[in-house]
């Protein structure tokens, strides 16, 4: 094993290997604790004021606090596939005053960069600890799994992971009940739809990209593989280092290689699941009535728009006005405002469909808008400072874009 970090040591571009100190975060927290490790110090140290975590009710119900008690932080800890919120919905004027620090999966990463470009938070004062997904589940989705497949309660369950392509719960009398994504996926059960055809899994947008691919062997599940992506996840580490939270060591070839090799695969699996979700909505002429018939059932409750985080717009939006200025066209328009709204910003995060109560895979139908003009503009959204296609003043810009890069089209 490569020697410990002393902290002062590490740097931008770095690729460690960590775990927590404490033996207690060691095993409370997925692969070695490192990320509640490095929350708890930056709260301890007063390096943060504040973290933005979810506080577990069960392995299947948790909800956003802000808190400033390491102890909430310490009992956060752990992996939640089955509670996909969007935490960075929750970074607004009102809530981010001070430095706040927390963790984020690549769609609540890509969400905190567009926010920031929508003045909602300051980057400067944000630190996010961005952690490697494959996927996540919706609760309901989980208990269907539980009970159809694996012949479990939900009140059986201590634990879950995704480990190796398969969905692994851990059971209070102490055994593990693993079973193929893949199986899953073929019944309709799995990971969100949305998930499935996600195009980032390693957060190497936020301050720390975290997880457990590249992961040697003797190290898997008590180390976790970190990038350090900025200046401020560098200051992260360092005071957990300082501390005497975590503990570092330098990553080797084969760990590094191996967590790029992941990356592609899983890469590549959402591409070919993305052509597959789109293929109904290709053939030209009969498009719009894709579209039409999709949405024929929305009941106008507004939710979508509520819980999507690249939404900054408030109740006085230019979508909420169209929904109640003429009945007949309610919807429609709502909706197609929408999407051109968010055509240069929807990062697929999967919440407005989570949310929907008349279950229409609204996702597919804000990326299907989305991904071509993403895709001509050379713009993916949430994964730089760039200002989105359509907020562009000036041609200059929209660089980019092959021809003019003007966003007047
Ligand atoms: S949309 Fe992507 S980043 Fe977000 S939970 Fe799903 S796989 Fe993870
Ligand atoms: S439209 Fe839906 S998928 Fe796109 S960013 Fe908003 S909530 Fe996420
Ligand atoms: S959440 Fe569903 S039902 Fe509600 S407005 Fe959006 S599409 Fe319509």
Not at 11 to 33: F, H, I, N, T
Not at 61 to 68: D, M, Q, R
Not at 276 to 300: Q, S, T
Request: proline share 5%; hydrophobic share 35%.
């Amino acid at each position: 094993m490569s020697e410990l970090k002393a902290g002062s040591d590490i740097k931008v571009g770095d690729k460690l290997l960590g775990w927590a100190v404490s033996e207690d975060v060691r095993s409370r927290g997925a692969s070695g604790g490192l990320v509640t490790a490095v929350l708890a110090a930056a709260l301890e140290t007063g390096f943060v004021e504040r973290v933005l975590v979810l506080k577990r009710v069960s392995e299947f119900e948790a909800y956003p606090v802000f808190t400033s008690d390491v102890k909430e932080v310490l009992e956060s800890a752990g992996s939640m596939h089955s509670v996909p919120v969007n935490l960075a919905r929750y970074l607004k004027p009102e809530t981010c005053s001070g430095k706040i620090a927390l963790p984020a999966k690549p769609c609540d990463t890509r969400a905190v960069v567009e926010r920031a470009k929508r003045n909602v938070l300051s980057p400067e004062n944000t630190y996010v600890i961005g952690l490697n997904c494959g996927g996540t589940m919706h609760p309901e989705t989980v208990r269907k799994m539980l009970e159809a497949v694996y012949r479990l309660g939900p009140e059986e369950i201590e634990g879950e992971e995704i480990l190796k392509g398969k969905l692994v719960f851990f059971t209070k009398d102490g055994k593990e009940h693993a079973v193929p994504i893949d199986d899953l996926e073929a019944e309709g059960l799995g990971r969100r739809d949305s998930c499935r055809y996600c195009q980032v899994k390693v957060p190497k947008n936020a301050d720390l990209a975290c997880g457990n691919w590249g992961v040697p062997g003797d190290l898997a599940g008590k180390g976790t593989f970190v990038e350090v992506m900025t200046e401020k996840g560098a200051e992260l580490l360092r005071n957990a280092v300082h501390a005497g939270f975590a503990e570092l060591i330098s990553a080797d070839e084969k760990g590094i290689s191996a967590r790029e090799k992941v990356n592609k695969v899983m890469l590549g699996m959402s591409e070919k699941r993305k052509a597959e979700v789109f293929a109904p909505i290709e053939n030209g002429g009969e498009r719009f009535e894709y579209f039409r018939k999709e949405l024929e059932n929305c009941i106008h409750c507004g939710a979508c728009k509520a819980v999507c985080p690249v939404c900054t717009c408030g109740e006085d939006s230019k979508c909420t006005a169209y929904s109640s200025l003429a009945d007949s066209y309610r919807m429609s328009l709502f909706h197609m405002v929408r999407f051109l709204h968010l055509s240069d910003s929807c990062i697929g995060c999967g919440q407005c469909e989570d949310v929907c109560p008349a279950e229409i895979l609204l996702t597919r139908l804000y990326q299907r808008f989305a991904v071509p003009i993403q895709k001509e503009y050379r713009y993916i959204p949430g994964m730089s400072d760039r200002t989105p296609p359509f907020f562009a003043l000036k041609p200059e810009d929209n660089e980019d874009k092959e021809g003019s890069g003007c966003s007047c089209r």
